[in-house]
């Protein structure tokens, strides 16, 4: 072989071993490591729809731009509803050398539609795509999960609805504090994942503007029309500066966010489901769907589903915590760091989704024990509040002075293993001479709860009233 030819082949092979995706710049292979750890179609997969919904909207501005022909154009549209249905029907071929969802998709456009294809790519960069396509993905996870949340308040109102006047006991540091009903801390969590929503809510109506136009990060010469794009893909505006169009994050962090504070209120529900349900509280039951067995124990039943939703919770917190770390030491604009936002994203949303439709399910699931929660509700003097605003109204004592005769009363029944209930009026009037025997009527839970009437408290005609303005509310 001569040395001409053998030249030849050594340029041929290079050229084989190039990236298509870099053009000319680049004549040798890289190694195999380089494709692996460059490659992001894994998991960027997911963004196809998303991904052809841009381009289609890019196309439809560039022919009407006159950037594009017609011709072209609506080859190229074709061709990416084909490209869809091909992923959608699982008979697309994603090729990790393709490096990501963007070229996976062009390169397939191209083999369907020839050398149209790529004039799709005029007027834009992957990194106003990839942050085109990971804004519209959020903004969908948002509305998916809002609905889920929806559902979680839903179920919680029934159970408030249902239990307006089941009697439990409220607790502060865990020691018990005022009786409250069941409904009444239903509720509770109805306003906590009330404010979930409104924090996705926020997030949604930040993040919907269009970075698509911005290109590489300077804009673009050609003459594009952002505003159609926008328009088309159902953004409010295209964003103002192309550099943080392409560099911005925020969005992910922001959902990240509020998805970290929605895992950490079904983590506190799930904690308090795992304590409901042992046999030292006796508070709810959860039927078969909802626990599991023990292998050596036939007599357990476990709230596992409480306890994995309640170990999750870290999971999603890890996936901000990891976003906040990749973008605290970058520069503007873009830099291949970027690429690890969108795996924490990805898990945190799927892991929220899957501990919200547990949650509902075992919120619709739990029954209440309503002996055993009002016979927690009458021990640990949980009345004694109420009798220091009995003598607060009919002695006329400052609550400061009442709070030190409760105290006292307190005290000596518990001296005795006694409850409040239980002293005598000769008692108790040794400790303040002016109690009358009229005390008795405050010294029930049942009275106890009844008198919290002002507004937001556990009185259970409020209860039923603020269970029928959140339905209203958020249903």
Known sequence: MSSTTRAKKKTA?????????????????????????????DFDRRLYAQDIAGSKAHCRMLMRQGIVSRKDGQAILRGLD????QIEAGRFEFRTSLEDIHMNVEARLAELIGSAAGRLHTARSRNDQIAT?????????????????????????????????????????????QPVTFGHHMLAYVEMVGRDRSRLADCRA?????????????????????????????????????????????????FLSALSISAVHLSRLAEEIVLWTSAQFGFVRLSDAYTTGSS????????????????????????????????????????KDMQEDKEPTFDAADTLSLSLAAMTGMVRDMAPNKAALRAAAAVGFATATDLADWIVRRIGLPFRQAHHIVGSLVKLAERDGRALSD?????????????????????????????RT???????????RQAKAARKRYL
């Open 13 to 41: 092979g290079s050229r084989r071993g190039a990236n298509p995706l870099w053009g000319g710049r680049f004549a040798g292979s890289h190694a195999a490591i380089m494709e692996k750890i460059n490659a992001s179609i």
């Open 82 to 85: 084909r490209v869809r249905a």
């Open 133 to 177: 396509d990971f804004r519209l993905w959020v903004r969908d996870a948002i509305d998916g999960l809002d609905h889920q949340m929806r559902d979680l308040q839903a179920a919680l109102i029934d159970q408030a609805d249902r239990n307006a006047a089941t009697i439990m006991p409220g607790f502060t540091h865990l020691q018990v504090a």
């Open 206 to 254: 930040r993040l919907n503007e269009s970075p698509l136009g911005a290109a590489a990060l300077a804009g673009t010469s050609f003459r594009i029309d952002r505003q159609m794009t926008a328009r088309e893909l159902g953004f409010d505006r295209p964003m103002a500066n192309s550099l943080d169009a392409v560099s911005d994050r925020d969005y992910a962090l922001e």
């Open 296 to 335: 050596i124990m036939p007599q357990k039943r476990n709230p596992d589903a409480a306890e994995i939703v309640r170990g999750k919770a870290g999971r999603v917190i890890g996936a901000l915590l990891a976003l906040l770390n990749m973008l605290k030491g970058l520069p503007l604009t873009y830099g």
């Open 423 to 451: 002293l005598s009026l000769r008692e108790m009037r040794e400790v303040e001479p002016r109690i009358t025997k009229a005390v008795y009527n405050v010294l029930t839970v049942e009275r106890s709860v009844a008198s």
């Open 454 to 464: 002002s507004y937001g408290g556990t009185a259970p005609d409020n209860v039923r």
